[in-house]
Structures are given as structure tokens and as C-alpha cells.
């Protein structure tokens, strides 16, 4: 069956600390990937999302990037942390981009 | 921009009560999917209905969509306070394209004992 791994749970970084946030998927091949940001109470925000290795796509301008360096493998990056960067962060996969997607328990980003 | 929009944005009933949420969206789509949020964790996905169907159920869930106008709902039947949680709805489709699932802003149902 497919797993998708994401850690840390909980992160507090300090302002200017680089990121990195890992997520990985098991028991599937070729998987859509994305990153999705969700503040508090808030809908998701769809960050970036993935259709296959080393190609990224990104959906806002921001202080964060993705990369995708093996197929079931996921970063998101940031090489200085912004206040505003705090939120709830998700990883997903899915077969295809309009089929159901699979969601990590998310990392609770602070930056202080 | 997000593609879908959730109305109500906060809904709180009794037990036993039907809740009733409406998603409505921009896109030419190929399906439209509900999800549940229970606080502080990831999403888990409820029900997908594909754009050549108006209704589906599945156990105390019916979804309907109406593609003329762009909009769908979730029904939860009989609520119980364990459904309490958020519910978003869903979609990939043109423009934007079909590899980008796109979340709308979601409802807070509380449903109290």
C-alpha cells in the first residue's frame, strides 16, 4: 500500500535559518507531488507541485523553492526563513492531478 | 488565486442535524473532490464526482455538482460530533491545468452533543 512520509511534526526556526522540509512517498511510481501552505484557519495555498523528477512548478512568488531529486522524494527549502513564512505546511501525492490525493500529517512551521 | 469557494465559512449544529456546505468554482473540470480536515492534521479525501455525474452518495455523505453553474455540496446526514472538522473542496481543470489540484478556502463545521 502507499505511504506518504513528512517531518519534522513541529519546527521552530529563527528568522534568517535556512529550511528544509522532507516528504516521501512509498508504494507508488511517477506520483504528482505538492507542497501546499495553510495558515491559520485558513484554506490551503497551493505552493508547488511536481509531475515528475527535477521539474517543479511554482505557484507564488515567495522565499521558499522545491526540488524533487529522486521520484518519490520531496523538499521544500528556504535558504533564509521570513517571519511570514510561519504556517502549516502539507505534502501530497496523487496519480494524476484531478485524482485523490494522499496527504502527510504536516509540520507546523515557527519562525521566531 | 484559489478556485474554489466554500460557503458558509463557519457552520455549528446539533447532533443529529443535517449540515449542508456549498463549493463553487472557476474551471472547466473533470471531476470535483471534498476533503475533511480535523485540526492540526492532514487532509483525508471524503468523495470525488466526476463532471458527467450530479449526485453521489457514499454512507451519510451525498454530493451533488451542477456543472452549468459551476458549483457543488456536501451533505452530511445525521451529524455527529465526530464529524467536526473542516471540509474543502477540490478541483483541477483548465486553466490552470489538470496537474494542479486547487483548494478552496474551506468550512468549519462544529457539531455539538
Known amino acids: 500500500s502507499q505511504t506518504i512520509h513528512q517531518w519534522p511534526a513541529t519546527l521552530v526556526q529563527p528568522v534568517g535559518s535556512p529550511l528544509s522540509l522532507e516528504c516521501t512517498v512509498e508504494?507508488?511510481?511517477?506520483?504528482?507531488l505538492y507542497w501546499y501552505r495553510q495558515a491559520a484557519g485558513r484554506g490551503l495555498q497551493l505552493l508547488f507541485y511536481?509531475?515528475?523528477?527535477?521539474?517543479i512548478s511554482s505557484e507564488v512568488p515567495q522565499n521558499l523553492s522545491a526540488s524533487r531529486p529522486q521520484d518519490r522524494q520531496f523538499i521544500l527549502s528556504s535558504k533564509k526563513l521570513l517571519l511570514s513564512d510561519s504556517g502549516f505546511y502539507l505534502c501530497?501525492?496523487?496519480?494524476?492531478?484531478?485524482?485523490?490525493?494522499?496527504f502527510g500529517q504536516g509540520t507546523r512551521l515557527t519562525v521566531v | 488565486s484559489q478556485q474554489g469557494e466554500e460557503d458558509p465559512q463557519a457552520l455549528s449544529i446539533q447532533e443529529g442535524e443535517n449540515a449542508t456546505m456549498n463549493c463553487s468554482y472557476k474551471?472547466?473540470?473533470?471531476?470535483l473532490q471534498w476533503y475533511r480536515q480535523n485540526s492540526g492534521r492532514g487532509l483525508v479525501h471524503l468523495i470525488l464526482?466526476?463532471?458527467?455525474?450530479r449526485e453521489k452518495h457514499s454512507g451519510r455523505l451525498r454530493v451533488t455538482l451542477d456543472t452549468s453553474k459551476k458549483s457543488s455540496s456536501l451533505l452530511i446526514t445525521a451529524s455527529r460530533a465526530a464529524d467536526t472538522a473542516s471540509y474543502f473542496c477540490?478541483?483541477?481543470?483548465?486553466?490552470?491545468?489538470?496537474?494542479?489540484?486547487?483548494f478552496g478556502a474551506g468550512t468549519r463545521l462544529a457539531v455539538h452533543p
Open positions: 508504494g507508488t511510481s511517477n506520483p504528482n
Open positions: 501530497a501525492w496523487s496519480t494524476t492531478g484531478d485524482t485523490e490525493a494522499f
Open positions: 511536481s509531475v515528475g523528477i527535477g521539474q
Open positions: 474551471t472547466s473540470i473533470n471531476n
Open positions: 477540490a478541483t483541477a481543470g483548465v486553466p490552470g491545468g489538470y496537474n494542479k489540484l486547487i
Open positions: 464526482i466526476r463532471s458527467n455525474e
